[in-house]
C-alpha cells in the first residue's frame, strides 16, 4: 500500500465495514537450525528500536512495535494508509488464527493449498 500510495498518490486505501484479514510479518529461527546463537543475535539486532526504525522507513511497512513508532516521523504515523484509524482495525481477524478456530475456514484453506 505505501510504496503504491507514493506512487500513485489518488489511490485510496479502504477496509470494509464486515471487517477482513489482518496480519503481520515475523521472524523465526526453525527448530533445527544449525547455528540458533547467530540467529537470536541477528533477531535481537533486527529488534533494537534504531534498527528497526530505519528497516520500517526503508521498506514502507507500518511498525507494531510501540518503541519504534515513538521514533517514527509524525508524517508516517499520520499516514492513514500505513496507520488506519483504530476504530477500522476493530472489525479486522488474524487468519491464521481464525483457520484454527474455524472448521470451514481450516476446510477452505486446506481446498486452496492443495490447488
Known amino acids: 500500500g505505501a510504496q503504491l500510495h507514493r506512487d500513485i498518490p489518488e489511490i485510496a486505501y479502504v477496509l470494509g465495514?464486515?471487517?477482513?484479514?489482518?496480519?503481520?510479518?515475523?521472524?523465526?529461527?526453525?527448530?533445527d537450525a544449525p547455528n540458533k546463537p547467530a540467529?537470536?543475535?541477528?533477531?535481537?539486532?533486527?529488534m533494537n528500536p534504531k534498527v528497526a526504525v530505519k528497516e520500517h522507513l526503508a521498506n514502507g511497512a507500518p511498525s507494531t512495535d510501540a518503541r519504534v513508532n515513538a521514533?517514527?516521523?509524525?508524517?508516517?504515523l499520520d499516514n492513514p494508509i500505513l496507520y488506519p484509524a483504530a476504530d477500522l482495525l476493530k472489525p479486522l481477524e488474524f487468519g491464521a488464527?481464525?483457520?484454527?478456530?474455524?472448521?470451514g475456514r481450516a476446510e477452505l484453506m486446506a481446498r486452496f493449498k492443495s490447488a
Open 17 to 31: 465495514k464486515e471487517g477482513g484479514e489482518i496480519w503481520t510479518d515475523f521472524y523465526a529461527i526453525p527448530k
Open 39 to 46: 540467529g537470536y543475535a541477528l533477531l535481537n539486532y533486527l
Open 71 to 76: 521514533l517514527l516521523p509524525k508524517e508516517v
Open 97 to 103: 488464527a481464525a483457520t484454527l478456530t474455524d472448521p
